[in-house]
């Protein structure tokens, strides 16, 4: 049952390219425009350039949230799940696995050729580049969370957005400061911790949490 969940999120992901394309066209996008907006001064695109690219992420992340619980919804097949004898929780944390997979993965791993552009130099890269691995599964596993609630309501994209964003902070700010940190010579080691230390709370509690948000959204 695990594997065919899996398998299905990815086959869908498949068939539906926008839904995959859409979140890292408009993190592209919304990195390349800052440089042009700002100007060409090195040094500060240098200071922005990580607080920027994580900005893009994290909004980008947004745009695939709402569509998480929703398609399974107009289908009947998130019944199916709640009914199934796999427990809830593995297979909420199954789908956040495949989002983030399509969706996140792709995102992190373009995020030094658009830092490139804001003039870090390759130890910078490899430091963003290991923050959002370590960031961008939790902000799909917090995201998770919100989609769940606010499933079937009216506006829940908007609510969604308000719900998520205040628990994004944390990320946001340890992952640009790893690499500032890193910049000013005291070493990213405690920034990057503490993001693994959210990605291990939130492997934890994020699954159980959604799983019970879309048992009460079902209701």
Same mark, same amino acid.
């Given at each position: 049952?695990?594997?065919?969940?899996?398998?299905?999120?990815?086959?869908? =992901?498949?068939?539906?390219?926008g839904? +995959?394309?859409?979140?890292?066209?408009f993190?592209?996008?919304?990195?390349?425009?800052?440089?042009?907006?700002?100007?060409?001064? *090195? $040094?500060?695109?240098?200071?922005?350039?990580?607080?920027?690219?994580w !900005?893009?992420?994290?909004? %980008?992340?947004?745009?695939?949230?709402?569509?998480l619980? /929703?398609?399974? $919804? $107009?289908?009947?097949? @998130?019944?199916?799940? @709640?009914?199934?004898? =796999? *427990?809830l +929780?593995?297979?909420? %944390?199954?789908?956040? @696995?495949?989002?983030?997979l399509?969706c996140g993965?792709?995102?992190?791993?373009?995020?030094?050729?658009l /830092? &490139?552009?804001?003039?870090?130099?390759?130890g910078?890269?490899?430091?963003?580049?290991?923050g959002?691995?370590?960031? +961008?599964?939790?902000?799909?596993?917090?995201? =998770? !969370?919100?989609?769940?609630l +606010? #499933?079937?309501?009216r506006?829940g994209?908007?609510?969604?957005? #308000? &719900?998520?964003?205040?628990?994004y902070?944390?990320?946001?700010?340890?992952?640009?400061?790893?690499?500032?940190?890193?910049?000013?010579?005291?070493? *990213?080691? %405690?920034?990057?911790?503490?993001?693994?230390?959210m990605?291990?709370? /939130?492997?934890?509690?994020?699954?159980w949490?959604?799983? %019970?948000?879309?048992?009460?959204?079902?209701?």
């Open positions: 049952m695990i594997g065919q969940v899996f398998r299905r999120e990815l086959l869908l =992901a498949w068939r539906r390219p839904d +995959t394309l859409l979140p890292l066209s993190f592209v996008i919304v990195g390349s425009l800052f440089p042009l907006g700002v100007g060409a001064e *090195p $040094q500060l695109l240098h200071a922005i350039g990580p607080g920027v690219v !900005i893009a992420a994290v909004l %980008a992340t947004l745009l695939g949230l709402p569509r619980f /929703a398609a399974d $919804q $107009q289908s009947g097949a @998130l019944e199916q799940l @709640l009914l199934s004898p =796999a *427990p +929780t593995l297979l909420v %944390a199954i789908k956040v @696995l495949a989002q983030w399509t993965l792709p995102l992190a791993l373009a995020a030094p050729l /830092a &490139l552009g804001f003039g870090l130099n390759f910078d890269l490899g430091i963003l580049l290991a959002l691995l370590l960031g +961008t599964p939790v902000l799909y596993l917090l995201g =998770a !969370i919100s989609a769940a +606010t #499933l079937g309501l506006g994209g908007a609510l969604l957005g #308000l &719900l998520v964003l205040p628990l902070v944390p990320v946001l700010i340890f992952g640009s400061g790893a690499v500032q940190a890193a910049a000013q010579g005291f070493g *990213p080691g %405690a920034n990057l911790s503490l993001l693994a230390a990605l291990a709370l /939130a492997l934890v509690f994020a699954p949490a959604t799983a %019970a948000a879309l048992r009460i959204s079902l209701d």
